[in-house]
Nanobody, 122 residues
Framework: QVQLVESGGGLVQAGGSLRLSCAASGPFSSYAMGWFRQAPGKERDFVAAITWSGDNTYYADSVKGRFTASRDNAKNMVYLQMNSLKPEDTAEYYC????????????????WGQGTQVTVSS
């Protein structure tokens, strides 16, 4: 089991940038890592994911070209660089881990962090 702790959320104006970090403990390097977000009253949605090796990344259409997922297996860290932020990006962002293939549904992921709030003002 992997334990995850997110950081880096905050309040930013539209068009601005934030970088989220996720610190992991456990067998991190063998896990695919994902980022999800959940706005109040809505479901937890897929944002981005990266394979255990870091060779492949996957993104929701709504964030393609603006967000970049990366990982540093030597430091047990995964990151989400968010550029050109929009008010509709406002949500609680969660880091997740799973062994094996990447799936876009939240219930396919086995480990979760506590979340970090991102608020984008217009």
């Amino acid at each position: 089991q992997v334990q995850l702790v997110e950081s880096g959320g905050g309040l930013v104006q539209a068009g601005g940038s934030l970088r989220l970090s996720c610190a992991a403990s456990g067998p991190f390097s063998s896990y695919a890592m994902g980022w999800f977000r959940q706005a109040p009253g809505k479901e937890r949605d897929f944002v981005a994911a990266i394979t255990w090796s870091g060779d492949n990344t996957y993104y929701a259409d709504s964030v393609k070209g603006r967000f970049t997922a990366s990982r540093d297996n030597a430091k047990n860290m995964v990151y989400l660089q968010m550029n050109s932020l929009k008010p509709e990006d406002t949500a609680e962002y969660y880091c997740a881990a799973r062994a094996g293939n990447i799936y876009y549904t939240a219930n396919s992921w086995s480990s979760w962090g506590q979340g970090t709030q991102v608020t984008v003002s217009s």
